[in-house]
């Protein structure tokens, strides 16, 4: 009688969705162009990567649009330092996309202990640098830099799935045919 009570309740379980289930992700990766100007540790092999991860899609048509209110996490690294969600940061996040929902500018500015990462979409106006990180050491005082002005980088989009509730049904089905097993 024990055991068709537990096929039962893991047959409801099953097929009710009672079992925990992750969120969907939506992950953008950043991929800089190498450093063409260097000082300190910095460099010339060194560039900014990173990612954000958001609930959902960017949604189409956006003109620097911030987003950063529903970033869930981030990680940017500049080649010697890497901030990140979890790290003191000020993070902001621009994004521009075409009517696909596809990153075409974007302004991404970190800054917290040891120092800054920026990345520009196309070159800001009166400005020639797209991405740039720097290291601050004792006093604020700049210990390297390193900055890339010959390209812009580019991003990738990424949609991570939810599991899948066919397993919760087959497991639903499993415990249902278990406990109508043992009633006979």
Avoid: C, K
């Avoid at 096929?7 to 162009?33: F, K």
């Amino acid at each position: 009688m024990r055991t068709l009570g537990l096929g039962l309740a893991i047959g409801l379980w099953g097929l009710l969705g009672l079992a925990p289930t992750a969120a969907a992700l939506e992950i953008y990766t950043y991929t800089g162009n190498t450093y063409d100007s260097v000082s300190g540790s910095y460099t010339t092999s060194m560039r900014i990567t990173g990612s954000i991860q958001t609930p959902v899609p960017l949604g189409p048509n956006l003109i620097l649009q911030d987003v950063s209110a529903g970033i869930l996490s981030y990680s940017f690294n500049d080649g010697l330092q890497t901030l990140a969600g979890g790290t003191p940061a000020a993070a902001s996040f621009l994004f521009s996309t075409d009517a696909a929902g596809v990153i075409v500018d974007w302004t991404v500015q970190l800054s917290g202990s040891p120092g800054a990462i920026v990345s520009n979409g196309p070159p800001v106006p009166g400005s020639d640098i797209i991405d740039s990180g720097s290291g601050l050491g004792g006093f604020g005082r700049v210990t390297g830099t390193g900055s890339g002005a010959t390209a812009q980088g580019s991003w990738v989009h990424v949609f991570v799935p939810e599991p899948s509730t066919a397993g919760l049904l087959l497991l639903g089905l499993f415990g249902l045919a278990r406990a109508g097993r043992q009633a006979h």
